[in-house]
Structures are given as C-alpha cells and as structure tokens.
T-cell receptor
Framework: SQTIHQWPATLVQPVGSPLSLECTVE??????LYWYRQAAGRGLQLLFY??????ISSEVPQNLSASRPQDRQFILSSKKLLLSDSGFYLC???????????????FGDGTRLSIL | KQEVTQIPAALSVPEGENLVLNCSFT??????LQWFRQDPGKGLTSLLL?????REQTSGRLNASLDKSSGRSTLYIAASQPGDSATYLC??????????????FGSGTQLTVLP
C-alpha cells in the first residue's frame, strides 16, 4: 500500500531563518506531488505541484520554493522566512491520470510551522 | 477562476441524526469532486471521490452526490456518531498541466456530533 510521510510534524523558526520541509511517498512510482498551505481561518491553498523529477509548477508567487530531486521526494524550502509564512503545510500525492477523470489526492499528516 | 463554497460553516447535531453537508462550485468544467475529513491538527483523510461522469458514491454511512450542471454536491451522513466530529472539506479538480489535477478547496464545515 502507498504511504506518505512528512517531517517535521511541528517547527518553530525565527523570522529570516531558512526552511526545509520534506515529503516522501512509498509504494508508488511517478506520482504527482503537491504542497498546500492552510493558514488560520483560511482554506487550503495550493503552493506547488510536480508531475515528475525536476518539474515544478508554482501557483502562488512568494518567498517559498519547491524541488523534486527524486521521483518520490518533494521538498519545500525558503531562504528567509516571513511572519506570513506561518501555517499548516500539507504534502499530497496522486496517481497518474488517464484521458478522463482523475485519481484522488492523498495527504500527509502536515507540518505546523510557527514563525516568531 | 473556480470558487468553492461550503454551507453551513459549522453544524452541531445530536447523535443518531442524519445530516447533509453542502458544497457548491462556480465552474462546472471539473474532472472530479473529492470529500475529505480533517481532524484538529491533522492532515486530510479522503472520504469519497466522484468522477464528473458519476452522480453519486457511497461508502458505509456516507453518500456523496454530484450535480455538475448546477455546480452542487452534497455529503449525506447517516446515523451520525460522536466520532464523526471533524471538519469536512470538499474540493474540485481541474487540469492544470500535464496529468496534474489542481484541487480547489472549500473552507469546510465543522461538524460536532453531541453524545
């Protein structure tokens, strides 16, 4: 069966510090990978998605970046964190899709990021 | 731009009651609609996925329906239990690039089932 792992579960960082959140998927190959952010009082916002190694699409301009160095590894990074980067970050994966319909997205347990 | 709305924002019911959660979306050109459950401080658990060609999906006490033409979906929970207490999110998917499917989420309905 497929599993998705995110770490760390919680993180407290000072403003201006760097960030690296990691997500890995097991039990599947060539998944689509996604990073979402859930800010307090707001819905989930798609930040990045990837359809393959080294292929990253950004949905929202910001000081965050994403990388996919391996097929089942997705990393969210920042060089300098802002207060507004606080939130709950979720990684998700989905299988490849055919010409019609789509596969469900499956989520990790999330990382709670607090910026001081 | 797709917008997804969920009503009500919060709902409190006594145990055993049947209930309906509503989800509406503005652009009917979707591939599928997915219902999720989120417990406090946790990630999302996928409950049901309805493809655009389908009208409904069932899993145990849950039944989700989809009326794509009117931009609406409902999640029906039968015989609610305190363990059903959580935030329920609906999300619709539209193609973005290649085979990726971008999900647009509603802001959720916070359900409390009282024992």
């Amino acid at each position: 069966s497929q599993t998705i792992h995110q770490w760390p579960a919680t993180l407290v960082q000072p403003v201006g510090s760097p960030l690296s959140l990691e997500c890995t998927v097991e039990g599947t190959s060539n998944p689509n990978l996604y990073w979402y952010r859930q800010a307090a009082g707001r819905g989930l916002q798609l930040l990045f998605y990837s359809v393959g190694i080294g292929q990253i699409s950004s949905e929202v301009p910001q000081n965050l970046s994403a990388s996919r160095p391996q097929d089942r590894q997705f990393i969210l990074s920042s060089k300098k964190l802002l207060l507004s980067d606080s939130g709950f970050y979720l990684c998700a994966w989905s299988g490849g899709t055919g010409a019609q319909g789509g596969q469900p997205q499956h989520f990790g347990d999330g990382t709670r990021l607090s910026i001081l | 731009k797709q917008e997804v709305t969920q009503i009500p924002a919060a709902l409190s019911v006594p145990e055993g009651e049947n209930l309906v959660l509503n989800c509406s979306f503005t652009d009917s050109a979707i591939y599928n609609l997915q219902w999720f459950r989120q417990d406090p401080g946790k990630g999302l658990t996928s409950l049901l996925l309805i493809q655009s060609s389908q009208r409904e999906q069932t899993s145990g006490r849950l039944n989700a329906s989809l009326d794509k033409s009117s931009g609406r979906s409902t999640l029906y929970i039968a015989a609610s239990q305190p363990g059903d207490s959580a935030t329920y999110l609906c999300a619709v998917s539209q193609i973005s690039s290649g085979s990726a499917r971008q999900l647009t989420f509603g802001s959720g309905t916070q359900l409390t089932v009282l024992p």
